[in-house]
Every structure is written in structure tokens, then in C-alpha cells.
């Protein structure tokens, strides 16, 4: 143990960064396939590179260490570009861009983003949370921030909307944020 923390000392002092936590990010064909063996829920980021919100919440909310230990234990994560040209399989069907024009600033919209669609809206940044059977249980629209996801993530990720409702729960919901 000694060694162990005389060379992490020797490290800092030589300037060396500490690895970062990141969140484990996957594909959904890759989220597909690990679910079968190792059953967990599915979080899906879908977003833009011209989404302003979208870039916050990837430098404010999915760098936050607690969010990303909490995804990590708790979920597949996956990133999908809802203007990517790239096909997608999901329960077995294929999903396409047919629209693809990668010459403008909105280059068509993913026919896989419809996952992220509420009340008849699709907006950037959704994140969806889907059950082990790749279920959808609920998008959730806009912005958040660490203290904002955290609720929604552990309603989701602990299984607590099956015997709880929203509104209940957000009553009793007490935050486990540093």
C-alpha cells in the first residue's frame, strides 16, 4: 500500500494527471448485445454537434463523478448523433438517415431518433431510458445538471417507477450529490 501511494505522490508531483472517470459509452447495437447476457437498463444521450445544450451537458452533467459512477453501475450508456449517417439495427430492424446531407449545418434527422420523441417534439438533448427488454420507459427532454439527472436517473435505474409514482417519488427523493 506504501508503495502504492509513494508512487502516485512521485506522479502528482511530476505533474502526472490521475485517470479521469468517464462514463462507458456504447453503441446501441453494442448495448443490445450486452443486455442479453448482463441484463441492465439503457440510457441513451441523443444529441447533435450543432446542440448548444447538448455540449453543456456533456461538459457539466456527464463529467460530474457521481453521475458518472452512477451510470456506470446503473446502465448502458449510449451515444447516438441523431443526424449520424450511419445505419442502425435495433430489435431487428434497420434505421437509417435518409435525408443525410453532410454538406449542411442540420444534416437530416435519424429515422432512430424518433425514440426521443415527446408529446409529439423532438428536442436535443433527450436522454431515454429504456428497461432491460429495450423497452422504452420514458425520454426526458432538455438540459439537466447533475442535481437535476440525479433523480430521474435512480427513479429509472433503481427500478422505483414500477411501485412508485413520479410525483411521490419526487416528494421523498433525496440527493446522494457530494
Known sequence: ???????????????????EKK???????????LVKTAPK??????????????????????TNPWVIDYINEHYYAVKFNAESPDPITFK??????????PNAVRKGTHQFAAIAMS?????YPTIVYMDEKLDILSPVQGYMAPEQIEPVMTFFGEGLYETTN????QKTFSS???
Open 1 to 19: 500500500m506504501r508503495i502504492v501511494l509513494v508512487a502516485l505522490a512521485a506522479l502528482v508531483l511530476l505533474g502526472a494527471k490521475t485517470p
Open 23 to 33: 462514463i462507458n459509452w456504447l453503441t446501441i447495437e453494442e448495448a443490445q448485445e
Open 41 to 62: 437498463k439503457i440510457m441513451i444521450d441523443v444529441y447533435t454537434d450543432w446542440c448548444g445544450p447538448c455540449k453543456m451537458m456533456m461538459r457539466n452533467t456527464f
Open 92 to 101: 431487428g430492424t434497420e434505421y437509417v438517415n435518409e435525408n443525410y446531407n
Open 119 to 123: 408529446n409529439g417534439r423532438l428536442a
Open 166 to 169: 413520479w410525483e411521490d417519488y
Open 176 to 178: 446522494k450529490l457530494p
